[in-house]
């Protein structure tokens, strides 16, 4: 399957997880479990910046209109989308391993330790700013900051059993041909 | 002029970045009260489409046979209410020149509209419902919304040609009229904190008022939106506003908002009559 055709189906099946699985779930008023996002940690590494960013703001878009309050999420993943290939620089191990596989994944990050980095500090981001956002909008700061964090532990531990349930296969690649 | 390209150039990434991030903002601030927006109409049909697909799937589980013929006969029971009928005094009848069908019917000030809920929200800030019918079926900006227990749900706040979003009681910006049935009668503005769904609070009610946990608050009729008479909630909890002269009222809503399926809308002939009205007192006194 070609690499656009399995990013349209993640991003049709991931928002719709989002909005009729796990916004339907009211485990808590406290807690409100995100796993959409990953779609964005999940871009492959050769796309260009520009194009991630409008990418995650169309992906971040289309949850906002199912939950009627345009922009918040938009802006959540328009910022994770930035910061991405920053970390992604910090964080892989030798030089040029970015072009050897296809996207981000426990074996392209080298070991679990950088990957699990890469997803806890990129839920954090996401959550936080949704959170500074929401709490400039309605107050409320206590209240906001107790729910991101309750919420970021609780969306980490859903992104690791998806990792786990769905395996992704990477290819290695090498450019020496 | 050359500088500014190559600079252009050299950050368009961040600058794209920015960009977005200020749309996104604008979008926060613009919208959260949700007016008319330019793709918000689209938006609805889209996500009102996909919304009912899923809501099939779900219905079959709620029995949606005898929820139907339930609900058609309600509708039919309230539009025979004494309370839809407005009856005016017999000195100032205005004539009509006419023929008169049915006799009652010119007097007639509210009407039900039933709709299906496709979709609902209680665990966000400012939760919405999305209704199956929309301008084509009649329902108007405005209209007040009430569940299948004439209890008060929301107001619809925006319409599309086949959907309406409903700003659903749980909202922080919902503010609907109140007053407490006992006594004589106070009226309030229910709000939402945002906190816990299903507990919300009214304010304004003055600490003359006699009131006591388990009171029931009912809508006053105040608004063009809600008739007077349907059930708000009940009270639970009774503080001291300190800053003022008011009580804090914390009730329970008597709609449950977790598992809404079916509601009425209501029109009121008069809306847009009032409405005008208003308006042009208000350009009078300007």
């Keep these: ?177 | 002029m050359r500088n500014i390209f190559l600079f252009i150039r050299r950050y368009f990434t961040l600058l794209f970045f920015l960009l977005l991030q200020g749309f996104c903002i604008y979008l926060i601030v613009h919208y959260n009260s949700y007016h008319n927006a330019v793709f918000s109409v689209t938006a609805n049909q889209l996500t009102g489409k996909v919304n009912e697909q899923y809501n099939k799937v779900e219905n079959y589980f709620n029995l949606k046979k005898t929820n139907d013929s339930l609900w058609q006969a309600n509708e039919k029971l309230y539009n025979k209410l004494k309370e839809d009928f407005q009856l005016p005094d017999t000195a100032s009848k205005a004539m009509i020149d006419t023929v008169k069908v049915d006799s009652l019917t010119q007097y007639r000030k509210y009407t039900y509209l039933h709709a299906e809920v496709i979709e609902n929200s209680v665990n966000t800030q400012s939760n919405f419902i999305v209704l199956n019918r929309g301008s084509l079926g009649n329902i108007k900006k405005g209209m007040g919304i009430v569940d299948i227990n004439n209890a008060v749900v929301g107001s619809v706040a925006d319409v599309s040609n086949d959907y309406a979003v409903v700003m659903s009681l749980l909202h922080k910006d919902s503010k609907m009229d109140g007053m407490l049935l006992r006594g004589n009668g106070e009226t309030g503005t229910a709000i939402w904190d945002g906190i816990t769904p299903n507990i919300l609070s009214i304010t304004h009610i003055p600490k003359s008022a006699k009131v006591a946990k388990g009171d029931t608050i009912i809508s006053s009729g105040n608004s063009t939106s809600i008739p007077r008479g349907k059930l708000l909630g009940f009270v639970t909890d009774v503080l001291l506003e300190k800053s003022s002269n008011n009580y804090l009222i914390k009730f329970r809503s008597a709609a449950n908002f977790y598992n809404l399926q079916y509601v009425y809308a209501i029109d009121n002939s008069e809306q847009e009559a009032i409405k005008q009205l208003l308006e042009k007192a208000k350009q009078q006194n300007k």
């Design chain 1, 1 to 177: 399957m070609s690499t656009f055709v399995k990013n349209i189906i993640r991003f049709i099946l991931f928002i719709l997880v989002q909005v009729f699985v796990l916004d339907k779930i009211h485990l808590h008023q406290m807690i409100t479990p995100y796993l959409y996002f990953l779609f964005i940690l999940w871009l492959p590494f050769n796309m260009s910046r520009t194009w991630q960013l409008a990418i995650a703001f169309l992906y971040g878009f289309t949850l906002d209109s199912f939950r009627h309050n345009p922009g918040f999420h938009a802006a959540a993943c328009v910022l994770i989308a930035y910061i991405r290939p920053f970390l992604v620089n910090l964080l892989i191990p030798q030089e040029g391993a970015d072009g050897n596989y296809e996207e981000p994944s426990l074996k392209s990050m080298g070991g679990a330790l950088p990957y699990f980095i890469y997803l806890a500090v990129l839920t954090i981001i996401h959550h936080g700013w949704l959170f500074v956002l929401e709490a400039w909008q309605f107050g409320n700061f206590w209240y906001f900051l107790v729910k991101t964090l309750l919420s970021a532990a609780v969306s980490l531990l859903l992104i690791i059993i998806t990792e786990l349930l769905f395996a992704r296969k990477q290819k290695f690649r090498t450019n020496t041909v």
